[in-house]
């Protein structure tokens, strides 16, 4: 195994470490309060993590926008790194490179990073309302951590196309 993808293996070992808090820890937090005097007054207090998120939504009919966060925040994030393993364990070099340029194809359409863009609007929208306030929690930090170092990690890894002049 190469140096590179060495650190493409160990890269991706870290992102794993980074999405499963980032999927679990609180990702955002929003409230919302009405004046009361000179005090607010809370009246609405969330805060969600991605599967909570993704239960929340499927438990209020949002069958659609629940599937495609699981599918491409979660199942997506896990097969890349299993296809990254199976990638460098065969020795099959066509295989392996097929493997390559699927695992490629897939990573255009996750929406890890469409996700955590999608907090920090939420989070910025919510500071632009008088009565609503957003904190944004470790979850969050810890998902776009994965986002970065899963494409990092992704960008070292080497699988050179299989040599077609060696083939009858």
Same mark, same amino acid.
């Given at each position: 195994?190469?140096?590179?993808?060495?650190?493409?293996?160990?890269?991706?070992? =870290?992102? $794993?470490?980074l999405?499963? +808090?980032? &999927?679990?820890?609180?990702?955002?937090?929003? #409230?919302? /309060?009405?004046?009361f005097?000179n005090?607010?007054?809370?009246?609405?207090?969330?805060?969600?993590?991605?599967?909570?998120?993704?239960?929340?939504?499927?438990?209020?009919?949002?069958?659609?926008?629940?599937?495609?966060?699981?599918?491409?925040?979660?199942?997506?994030?896990?097969?890349?790194?299993?296809?990254l393993? =199976?990638? $460098?364990?065969?020795?099959? +070099?066509? &295989?392996?490179?097929?493997?390559?340029?699927? #695992?490629? /194809?897939i990573?255009?359409?996750?929406?890890?990073?469409?996700?955590?863009?999608?907090?920090?609007?939420?989070?910025?929208?919510?500071?632009?309302?008088?009565?609503?306030?957003?904190?944004?929690?470790?979850?969050?930090?810890?998902?776009?951590?994965?986002?970065?170092?899963?494409?990092?990690?992704?960008?070292?890894l080497?699988?050179?196309?299989?040599?077609r002049?060696?083939?009858?």
């Amino acid at each position: 195994m190469t140096t590179r993808n060495k650190v493409a293996v160990g890269l991706t070992l =870290v992102s $794993l470490g980074l999405l499963i +808090p980032g &999927l679990s820890q609180p990702a955002l937090t929003i #409230v919302a /309060s009405v004046p009361f005097g000179n005090k607010p007054m809370e009246i609405f207090r969330q805060t969600q993590n991605v599967m909570q998120a993704v239960k929340s939504l499927y438990e209020t009919g949002n069958y659609f926008v629940a599937g495609l966060i699981l599918l491409f925040s979660i199942i997506v994030p896990f097969i890349k790194a299993a296809i990254l393993g =199976v990638i $460098l364990a065969i020795k099959a +070099p066509a &295989l392996r490179y097929r493997l390559y340029l699927f #695992v490629r /194809s897939i990573s255009k359409w996750a929406m890890a990073d469409v996700f955590a863009v999608g907090v920090f609007i939420a989070f910025m929208a919510s500071k632009a309302i008088d009565n609503l306030d957003a904190v944004i929690g470790a979850g969050f930090y810890y998902f776009v951590g994965y986002c970065l170092v899963s494409n990092v990690a992704f960008q070292f890894l080497s699988v050179p196309p299989p040599d077609r002049t060696s083939t009858p």
